[in-house]
């Protein structure tokens, strides 16, 4: 496993701020708020488009209402269990040896 010190203090800054921000749980979280209100706003519009052909269920109601605590258990996920900064740096500083092997 490659020494940390391989890392400047703003590469580690970098790494660390990237990966917080680019966490697949914030994309997958974010999408499924999109598209719940869309489809619950649907679903609140015009009830009775979507009574008819699931048998008197409102479906985008149920659907979107579903998303949308879907989408906000993401964030909380993510809020509550971060991905840990040893761990980022760790991978960074094997990311960065491997470039350097192979640079040379």
Request: glycine share 6%.
């Amino acid at each position: 496993m490659p020494a940390l010190s391989i890392l400047t203090e703003e590469e580690k800054r970098e790494a660390i701020r990237d990966t917080h921000r680019f966490d697949l749980r914030r994309f997958l979280g974010m999408l499924f708020v999109i598209y719940g209100v869309l489809v619950t706003a649907m679903g609140i519009a015009n009830p009775a488009a979507d009574k008819a052909p699931t048998g008197g269920i409102p479906i985008n109601l149920y659907t979107g209402v579903s998303m949308l605590v879907v989408g906000s258990a993401f964030f909380v996920w993510d809020h509550l269990a971060p991905v840990a900064d040893e761990e980022i740096l760790r991978h960074a500083a094997q990311s960065k040896a491997q470039a350097m092997t192979v640079d040379e």
